[in-house]
């Protein structure tokens, strides 16, 4: 699967932004998707995910109530709306697929195909 994400950008603090992350070829039906990121200094950590049908997403807990993962099959593109975007979340935010069990969505080995990433700025 070839993924490329766009819509990062910069944001005020409290502002919102919408990632699409678009993918390509013949396995992305079979795939659960995710997002990660990748501030300074910092390693990639798991920020949310989706299965195939979009009857199961996970968050990280930094994120609940202000983010949003959600699929679309049908233009193969999966979304991460940001909400009440916040400093800390500025970072180079990666697009995933994999085919992780659910309860290990959030491990970042589980994934095989990656986008080039696409920055995301909180700043007054």
């Known amino acids: 699967v070839q993924l490329v994400e766009s819509g990062g950008g910069l944001v005020q603090p409290g502002g919102s932004l919408k990632l699409s992350c678009a993918a390509s070829?013949?396995?992305?039906?079979?795939?659960?998707m995710a997002w990660f990121r990748q501030g300074p200094g910092n390693e990639r950590e798991f920020v949310a995910g989706?299965?195939?049908?979009?009857?199961?997403?996970r968050y990280a807990d930094s994120v609940k109530g202000r983010f949003s993962i959600l699929r679309d099959n049908g233009v193969r593109t999966t979304y991460l709306q940001m909400n009440d975007l916040k400093p800390e979340d500025a970072a180079v935010y990666y697009c995933?697929?994999?085919?992780?069990?659910?309860?290990?969505?959030?491990?970042?080995?589980?994934?095989?195909?990656w986008g080039q990433g696409t920055q995301v700025t909180v700043s007054p």
């Open positions: 995933a697929a994999g085919a992780p069990l659910v309860d290990y969505m959030h491990r970042a080995v589980y994934y095989s195909d």
């Open positions: 070829g013949r396995f992305f039906s079979a795939s659960i």
């Open positions: 989706i299965t195939l049908s979009g009857d199961k997403v």
